[in-house]
Structures are given as structure tokens and as C-alpha cells.
């Protein structure tokens, strides 16, 4: 028979653990509404992404305004109370883009929308006046070396001719059936002649850039169109001595148009730029404390540089401003974190995740030790997909960070278990080679690819705020949920499948070193 000492004594151990676990789940509830409450009453996100975006602008590596941005950052979180300092982790050819203007004089004259690319030579102060030429039918390599002395002195144009600026949606809306085709049959075969015709010259794309210049052309005029209207991708010059330029594509195609019919222009182009030797590069890392496991870490990450076309408002200036405001909260709500939390601002992400990879080849006592990272990097959308990134428990852990998410934050994004291992793409692939779990917070595309990615319209007024606020809810409180879990979560790998492609099994991806001296060692 029971004693009656042995029945009250178990009573008081269920009571005192139904307390516990009251307590803590009333705990853990009022840190979820106050998470969201200071979300929604007192967001920060429209300072900072002016601040960001429209006072320090692009942040190309190996510029001014890139390290403007990482000591802004330091800047803020010290006024938050938020340790944070910049991590030197390599090096990179310095560059300041100065102005640019592009000139039509001849056969009218007319203003252009054009831009130098990253680390282009400049122009000489007064600019440079030149005749504009096309690259003709080529029949073979001798004809090309026949033809290249006729670039000396003028700017080539590079990229091909479009025959259309209307996006394919907008021809699918309003063209015949029979024309849309039309169009897209005259598209192709023009595409796969200007293939053709490069490949005839005995040079890669590239390359020819180089022969080109070793000709003695004046400058380089190319035109990289997004297929959506008046947008460009801008990336990175391919020159030594003399300046290469995009030009919008509604420009480019006159000017090809002008060239192919006879009635030559002549352009005037001032495109001024600084070349500013070498300069350290940083990763700027902030960090909560955490009190009982202060080796064990959450991560937040987003990449702080960009390309420059434009401000790199979504790319990434909203994971940015997300993580930050993250940290912001949580250091408010919750500023005695059971873990370490700890914020990555990367650099040149855009040229390989080279500071991502830096930090986890330089720090492998963090690496060693890390619960999870959160990653956002594809535009200002609310976020609709998480990936189990091929950890096969990831299902139990994840979805008890997300279980206290609002429900219509949580009922729009889809969860993919245990998923697949990123091998590249933004920098939560450089802590999924290390064997991290790293999950990708995938967002809604609001035109992401066509209209923002590394464009020249990635400006401030294409963020949506209340979709980047969401996003902030949704990873405080999995960064808060992560911290608090009583258990490291497990970095148990799938199986990978064969790989169709070759029937071989699919390998993890393996850890790769940065490139941590930019545009010294090319």
C-alpha cells in the first residue's frame, strides 16, 4: 500500500513541475509579445534604411562608403548598448566612383543613362569625345584581326542589339499570339548570331574586351538588360587603362541603330573615378552575451556590401536593416539571452561570400559551437519558404522555433524537410559546408530578379516595410526560441541522392577558402 507521505510527495513534484513549466511558458510568452509589440509600435526600419540607403548609398568592397557603413553600423549598435566592432579579415583594390555623364553630340545631340562599372579607369577630367562602332559579321579569326584596327580611337559596343525594351509580360498582355511568337523566334535567331559572330573572332566574351583595349579603342560600351523596362545589371569593368561603361538599353539600341545605318554618333563621355591604392576589409560582428551557455551561439546574417549600380536597397540593404533591428529588439526584451547571439554584416558576399567564409575558416571554436543561423538575402518580401537545408532533424527544432510565430506571419511560408544543402548563392552556404545548420529565410520575389538585383533601380522606394517588419517578428522570436532550447540541435546530415546528371551519389558541399586579396592577385 501506498504511503500517504509517498502520495503528497508526488503531488508536489507534479505541481512543482506544472509550475515550472507555467512559469516558463508565461515567461516565454511575454518575450514573444513584447517581440512583436516593439516590432509593430517601434520600428526603427525606416531610419535605418535611410541612413543606410540614402546618406552612405552603395557599398562596394574596397570603398569609402563600405567602410562608412561598417563603422555606422558599430556606431548604432553602440547606441543600442550592443557590443559590436569591425573583424579585418583581407584586403582589396580601392575604388570611388565619381561622376558620370553621357553625352550624345553627334548626329543630335541628347543626354544618355549610362554609368562607369565597378573599378572602371576613369575618364581625363575633360572627358573623352569619340566616334561610336559596332562589331560587323565576322567570317573567321583572320577577318576579326583584319577588322580591330578600325576600334583605335572609339568606343565598341559590346553587347548585343535588342530588338524589343518591353518585358515578356508585357508583350503576353497586349501582342497576338502570332507576334509574340514572332518576336521571340527574331530574338533567338539574332541572340544565337551574335554568339556565333563572337565565337568567330577567336575570343571569349571576355576576352575580347582585352584585345579591344589593346587596340587602342577610346572606351567600352556594354549594356546588360534585365528584360524588365529601363533596367540594367551593373557590374564590374574588365579594363586596365580605359573606361568601360553600361548604357541603359533604350540608349544602347540607338546607338547601335545609328552605328549599324551609317549616321555614326559621337559620343561625350566624363566618367570619373578614384583609384585609391589598397584598403583592409571587414566583417562587422555584434554580439548579446549569452549568461548560462555564452560559448554556444545563434547567429543572424545578411551581407553588407553590394554592387553599386543603384543603393542596393534589396540587396542587401533589407537583410541589413532586418538583422538589425533584430538585435535591437532582442537586446530590449530580451537582454540576458540564455545563448550568445551574435550578428554577421559580411563583406563581398557579391564576389564569392568571401567574408562569411573568412569568419568560419578564422573562428572554428564559434563554428564548433553554433545552435543555428538565420540568413536573409533576397529582397524586401516577407519571407515564404524555409528549407531544412539537409539536416535530417531539422523538422523537430525548427518547427518548435516557429510554433510561437503569429499564425499569419507562420501560415504563409512553406517549409521544405529535411531539404537540401545550399552550396552557394548567400552566405548561410559557407556555414552549411562547415556542417552548421544554417537556414535560408527565402522571401517573397516582388520582381526581385527582374527589376532590384544587382540593378540600377535597387533604390530605397522599393522596399515594403510592413513585409521586411514581418520578417523581423519572425526571426526575433526564432532567434529567441533557438537560444532558449534546451538542447543543441542536431547537425545529423541526409543521405544525399544520386545525381541524375552524373549517377553518382551527390557529395555536402565542401568548405572553401575567400578570396581575401580583391582585385590584387587577378
Known amino acids: 500500500m501506498i504511503s500517504n507521505k509517498i502520495i503528497r510527495n508526488t503531488f508536489l513534484a507534479l505541481f512543482l513541475m506544472t509550475f515550472s513549466a507555467y512559469s516558463q511558458n508565461k515567461e516565454e510568452n511575454k518575450v514573444v509579445e513584447d517581440i512583436i509589440k516593439e516590432a509593430n509600435e517601434n520600428s526603427q526600419l525606416e531610419s535605418l534604411a535611410h541612413h543606410l540607403l540614402d546618406v552612405i548609398g552603395p557599398r562596394l568592397v574596397g570603398t569609402p562608403q563600405m567602410k562608412q557603413a561598417n563603422d555606422w553600423v558599430v556606431d548604432t549598435y553602440d547606441d543600442w548598448g550592443i557590443s559590436a566592432e569591425n573583424e579585418q579579415w583581407g584586403e582589396w583594390k580601392a575604388w570611388e566612383r565619381g561622376i558620370t555623364h553621357v553625352d550624345m553630340v553627334s548626329p543630335r545631340v541628347q543626354s544618355l543613362e549610362g554609368m562607369q562599372l565597378a573599378w572602371s579607369p576613369s ?45 515578356d509580360e508585357n508583350w503576353e498582355e497586349f501582342a497576338t499570339e502570332t507576334s509574340y511568337e514572332r518576336m521571340k523566334q527574331q530574338r533567338d535567331s539574332l541572340t544565337k548570331e551574335w554568339l556565333q559572330n563572337i565565337a568567330r573572332t577567336g575570343y571569349g566574351r571576355r576576352g575580347i574586351i582585352k584585345a579591344f583595349e589593346d587596340a587602342g579603342a577610346a572606351g567600352i560600351l556594354s549594356s546588360y538588360w ?14 586596365d587603362n580605359i573606361p568601360t561603361l553600361d548604357i541603359e538599353m533604350e540608349d544602347y539600341t540607338m546607338l547601335y541603330r545609328l552605328a549599324e545605318s551609317g549616321n555614326t554618333p559621337t559620343l561625350k563621355v566624363v566618367a570619373q573615378s578614384k583609384d585609391l591604392g589598397v584598403v583592409p576589409t571587414f566583417n562587422t560582428i555584434g554580439k548579446i552575451e549569452g549568461k548560462e551557455l555564452p560559448n554556444e551561439y545563434v547567429i543572424l546574417s545578411a551581407h553588407l556590401d553590394s554592387w553599386d ?54 573562428h572554428p571554436e564559434i563554428v564548433e559551437h553554433v545552435q543555428a543561423v538565420f540568413n536573409q538575402d533576397n529582397g524586401t518580401g516577407r519571407v515564404i519558404e524555409i528549407s531544412g537545408a539537409g539536416y535530417l532533424n531539422a523538422y523537430d527544432y525548427i518547427s518548435r522555433w516557429m510554433y510561437p510565430v503569429p499564425r499569419e506571419i507562420k501560415d504563409q511560408i512553406k517549409t521544405d524537410f529535411p531539404g537540401s544543402p545550399s552550396s552557394g548563392g548567400s552566405d548561410n552556404a559557407s556555414f552549411v559546408a562547415a556542417g552548421v545548420p544554417a537556414f535560408y529565410l527565402s522571401a517573397l520575389d516582388w520582381s526581385y530578379r527582374k527589376y532590384t538585383w544587382h540593378t540600377n533601380r535597387d533604390t530605397y522606394d522599393k522596399i515594403v516595410f510592413d513585409d521586411v517588419r514581418s520578417n523581423v517578428i519572425l526571426t526575433a522570436i526564432m532567434a529567441y526560441m533557438a537560444s532558449e532550447d534546451p538542447n543543441l540541435a542536431s547537425r545529423e546530415k541526409i543521405v ?27
Do not use: C
Open 309 to 362: 549600380g543603384a543603393t542596393g536597397a534589396t540587396d542587401n540593404g533589407t537583410g541589413t536593416i532586418l538583422m538589425m533591428e533584430v538585435m535591437r529588439i532582442l537586446k530590449k526584451v530580451y537582454p540576458n539571452p540564455k545563448r550568445t547571439i551574435l550578428v554577421g554584416h559580411w563583406g563581398s558576399e557579391e564576389q564569392g561570400l568571401n567574408g562569411s567564409r573568412a569568419f568560419v575558416e578564422d
Open 123 to 167: 575618364t581625363p577630367q575633360e572627358g573623352i569625345t569619340a566616334e561610336v562602332i559596332a562589331i560587323p559579321r565576322i567570317k573567321d579569326s583572320l577577318d576579326f584581326v583584319k577588322w580591330l584596327p578600325n576600334v583605335k580611337g572609339k568606343f565598341v559596343l559590346t553587347s548585343m542589339k535588342q530588338i524589343t525594351g518591353r518585358p
Open 226 to 239: 534585365s528584360k524588365g523596362f529601363g533596367v540594367n545589371r551593373i557590374f564590374s569593368s574588365r579594363t
Open 496 to 522: 544525399l541522392p544520386i545525381d541524375p546528371r552524373t549517377g553518382e551519389q551527390k557529395i555536402w558541399p565542401e568548405q572553401r577558402s575567400p578570396k581575401r586579396r580583391g582585385g590584387l592577385d587577378d
